[in-house]
């Protein structure tokens, strides 16, 4: 025992270590088991509670919404399944693209060729000297020096729009056809006069001779028009009766017109007019432009060629009519606060034609990604005060067409751009009384038709070029929004 006893004091340590072991390894076998019972007790516990959940659900809720104003959304309910999952992914992934390339599409249909007149005057010349001659140059470029020359006359050529016959130089060249039918009969007879039966054939030669003169005026053009006919005041076509028809799209007057119509500026003014003026001006021109090419659309055959009076449906624009942008008080009002805000419908020559009704529509931001509409403005319920996705341009057209294809203008106009007919009105004529004037329609029966439309210009184009008093007026904020799908919806 002494040996032992003596061994163990030499190696103390070794003996204090062994014991260490023998004891350290019971008790960690305990205390690991311990553990591990209570982690297998805990994720059984969490493996539980997600197992209850998912008993509890039974199905799930797939739904897509779908950009379209009213439109329901595309839903399911059904048991949580991968495949149902990635099926409603791919459709919802497919109606965004769709949507990009709808509004996209939009977008590059309303802003087309929509060009400035005159570069570096907008938003801003680079300064006020620069500003002053750039203006005196785009007026001198929309009307010409005389008024009925630049962009304009321009128009009207590239769509071969032209006057009626020149009645002086027809009636000139009939009466030297009588004074030389006259003096031939003078010098074969000796008589200083015609006798009855002479003077009835020559009135009658001489009447083809008029209308064959406006014959060919007619077939030299696709339609009647002069630069008189737009933005002016109308100057009604000669009417037979009072014989007019509402048509039924709206529920307005018919023959009526917003508070202000813009118009030409004069040309060769003597103080430069300022860049907001000017804006509006082109403005007006693009929506004029719009306009002629709608009715040019319209005067087409199914190859796509231009027409001659006789075959077109449009024969004659009588007038073209454009409400103002926004009023020159709200612009003066713009300039002396700095900061004008939109104003009233007043404001806006886009509010309101005679007999129309409604109130101005709030501005601002869309509820739920709509604007909202009204259907006691007009039959589309948009409000003529702006808002942020695009401002609207009412504009009232009269014209002489065939009545017998009056829905295939309306269509040729309501396929040119954002277009819409809010309401028209049908008057009879005389067509002998239109031959008077110069004017031949051909063998179509015709009639006065007054359009009211409606046309949007989108801001996610036009914002770019708008001076800061236009963007002050129309409520423009500093950064324009992007026109997405759900406002587009709207």
Not at 106 to 134: C, K, T, W, Y
Not at 411 to 423: F, H, K, M, Q, R
């Amino acid at each position: 025992m002494k040996p032992l006893l003596a061994w163990v004091k030499g190696n103390l340590v070794t003996v204090i270590c062994v014991l260490v072991i023998l004891l350290t390894l019971p008790a960690g076998f305990v205390l690991s088991t311990m553990w591990r019972q209570s982690v297998i007790d805990e994720r059984q516990s969490e493996a539980s509670g997600a197992l209850s959940r998912l008993d509890g659900v039974k199905t799930v809720r797939y739904s897509v919404p779908v950009p379209i104003e009213n439109a329901e959304p595309l839903e399911d309910n059904a048991a949580p399944n991968p495949r149902r999952t990635d099926a409603f992914r791919s459709i919802a992934e497919s109606l965004e693209r769709d949507a990009d390339r709808v509004v996209s599409a939009v977008r590059s249909m309303n802003q087309r060729d929509h060009e400035v007149l005159i570069a570096g005057l907008f938003p801003e010349p680079a300064s006020e000297l620069r500003g002053q001659q750039l203006a005196l140059d785009f007026v001198k470029r929309l009307v010409g020096d005389d008024g009925r020359g630049g962009a304009y006359a321009e128009l009207l050529a590239s769509i071969e729009a032209g006057p009626g016959a020149d009645n002086e130089a027809v009636r000139q060249q009939l009466q030297d056809a009588y004074d030389s039918e006259v003096e031939s009969v003078e010098a074969q007879t000796g008589r200083t006069s015609l006798t009855q039966e002479e003077r009835d054939e020559l009135t009658q030669e001489l009447i083809e001779r008029r209308i064959a003169a406006y014959q060919r005026n007619a077939r030299r053009v696709s339609m009647f028009a002069t630069i008189d006919a737009l933005l002016g005041e109308p100057v009604r076509a000669a009417s037979s009766g009072s014989d007019r028809r509402r048509g039924p799209r709206g529920r307005g007057s018919g023959g009526g017109s917003p508070a202000g119509w813009a118009s030409r500026p004069a040309p060769n003014p003597d103080q430069p007019p300022s860049v907001d003026e000017s804006y509006a001006w082109q403005h007006d021109y693009w929506v004029v432009r719009d306009m002629l090419m709608a009715m040019d659309a319209a005067n087409r055959d199914a190859e796509g060629q231009r027409t001659r009076v006789e075959r077109s449906p449009v024969k004659r624009l009588v007038a073209l009519r454009v409400g103002q942008l926004f009023s020159p008080q709200s612009l003066a009002r713009a300039g002396r606060s700095g900061d004008a805000g939109p104003g009233s419908r007043d404001d806006f020559g886009g509010g309101g034609f005679d007999g129309g009704g409604g109130g101005g529509g709030a501005v601002g931001a869309p509820s739920d990604g709509v604007y909202p509409t009204d259907p006691a403005v007009s039959i589309t319920g948009r409000a003529p005060t702006p808002n942020q996705l695009y401002d609207t341009r009412r504009v009232e057209i009269v014209a002489v067409v065939a009545s017998s294809r009056i829905e295939e203008v309306i269509g040729a106009i309501e396929s040119s751009n954002l277009i819409s007919v809010l309401d028209l009105s049908i008057t009879s004529i005389d067509p002998a009384e239109h031959l008077a004037q110069g004017y031949w329609y051909g063998e179509e029966h015709v009639v006065e038709l007054t359009l009211q439309l409606e046309t949007l210009w989108l801001r996610s184009w036009t914002v770019p070029s708008m001076p800061p008093a236009v963007r002050a007026v129309l409520g423009v904020p500093e950064e324009a929004p992007e026109m997405n799908d759900e406002e587009f919806g709207g």
